[in-house]
């Protein structure tokens, strides 16, 4: 008899991931006036799409289709150079699927789950049994093996990922009710007012975006919503909500697969879908103990680096002292004669003399000017932050410059740098 690893693994084999990565992200502002979501840099060296990809590897789903669509090229590059490993003479692929008129030449991408049924011939070849579907732009470490198990043993057409959230919040996601034995009882999208959970008055169950299907329902699925001229063609909006009210689907909980170091953590997802969200993310990984272990060696987060030198704090005179505290420094960067306080520098940023950065998100190649103070903010890529510039300590003239959130927090692109000329 295999045991409980052995077939997990034989269904991860049997299975394809489809990561739905062609969102714009339109909350995140000027950081996704260039790329799309699944492409905004996270955590120091990564981009968001790097977790759901790792969780794939990890899980032991090597057959991955990415679809895209909104302003791909960042994130089809980061993909050509850091994901290009999988071997298709072992029955591993990556596929990369932009929009392509595949329909006609008029039609582009209409939803997600008109992307999904654009490439069904292509799909179709690699003869899968299962289909895991998966949204591009949200961190988590999740086994996707122990949702492919339950899927198979209950027998459902399909399987949604579930985590309970706060009931403040729940008017943000989709909304799951499910009875005892894990059937979905409805499943409304953003409702204005939120079902609480059975026993947790204060808690709403949320869909996470991720969905398993039996091969043979997800084909017979979209080719129905294709036809219905009412539909959005969209799984949470359309599909989804048509498989609920017909008894067809069954949650899982987030909690039975979530990949965690220690038992009493709490199941980390987070979709960083806001300016507020993504540097409270980011931030959070600075912490002495922070609720995203990436330091776990058994679960790695694959990605595309470059072959940078290591950080470098330079000068240790007493008024000009290169340190960082409470902060993660990417390769490439140098601290000279500046302070860094809890803050996260991507690769090869540059902090000059006399420099105060507190409380910042720092992407890649940001140059910080000699005398200048950030407080409490997210700086984009190649920015070069001018001399003596103060960001993050007047509200009233931030606001006038910069975005500045509803938490307070200040992003700064080099547009809005070059329009201070």
């Known amino acids: 008899m295999l045991s409980a690893d052995r077939v997990q693994q034989r269904l991860a084999q049997r299975a394809i991931a489809l990561v739905l990565a062609g969102g714009r992200g339109s909350r995140l502002m000027q950081l996704t006036d260039r790329r799309a979501k699944p492409a905004v840099f996270f955590g120091g060296k990564f981009r968001i799409v790097d977790f759901v ?9 090597r057959r991955i289709g990415i679809l895209t669509q909104y302003k791909a090229h960042s994130l089809l590059r980061h993909l050509q150079m850091g994901w290009s490993f999988l ?41 899968p049994e299962y289909f895991v579907v998966l949204a591009g732009d949200h961190i988590y470490k999740m086994d996707y093996t122990n949702m492919l198990a339950q899927h198979v043993d209950s027998g459902a057409d399909c399987t949604v990922a579930c985590v309970d959230v706060p009931l403040a919040e729940a008017s943000g996601f989709g909304i799951v009710e499910a009875d005892s034995s894990r059937r979905i009882k409805s499943f409304v999208e953003k409702p204005a007012v939120a079902q609480p959970m059975i026993g947790k008055p204060d808690r709403a169950l949320a869909s996470m975006g991720i969905y398993i299907f039996t091969a043979d329902f997800l084909y017979s699925e979209l080719e129905r919503d294709h036809r219905d001229p009412t539909s959005s063609h969209d799984f949470g909006k359309d599909v989804i909500p048509n498989i609920v009210c017909r008894g067809l689907a069954a949650a899982h909980d987030f909690e039975q697969s979530c990949v965690k170091t220690t038992p009493e953590a709490e199941p980390y997802w987070r979709d960083v879908g806001t300016i507020d969200a993504y540097w409270a993310a980011n931030l959070d990984l600075v912490t002495p103990t922070p609720s995203l272990d990436i330091y776990d060696p058994n679960w790695p987060i694959w990605t595309y680096q470059q072959q940078l030198p290591p950080a470098k704090f330079v000068f240790d005179d007493d008024d000009r002292r290169g340190m960082a505290v409470d902060s993660m420094v990417s390769g490439g960067c140098i601290i000279s004669g500046a302070h860094v306080s809890r803050s996260l520098l991507f690769s090869v940023c540059r902090v000059n003399s006399h420099a105060r950065t507190r409380e910042a998100v720092l992407l890649p190649e940001v140059d910080v000017g000699r005398y200048a103070r950030l407080t409490k903010v997210i700086v ?28 307070g927090v200040v992003l700064v692109s080099a547009d809005m740098l070059a329009a201070l000329a």
């Not at 699927?97 to 690699?126: M, S």
């Open 53 to 61: 990809l790792s969780n794939c590897i990890n899980s032991g789903i």
């Open 380 to 407: 984009d890529r190649g920015c070069h932050i001018p001399a003596g510039l103060v960001i993050g300590e007047d509200p009233k003239l931030d606001a006038q410059r910069f975005h500045r959130s509803e938490g």
């Open 87 to 127: 071997r298709p003479e072992m029955n591993e692929f990556l596929d990369l699927l932009p929009a392509q008129q595949r329909l006609d030449e008029a039609t582009w991408y209409r939803g997600t789950a008109d992307a999904v049924y654009q490439n069904f011939d292509i799909f179709r070849a690699a003869r």
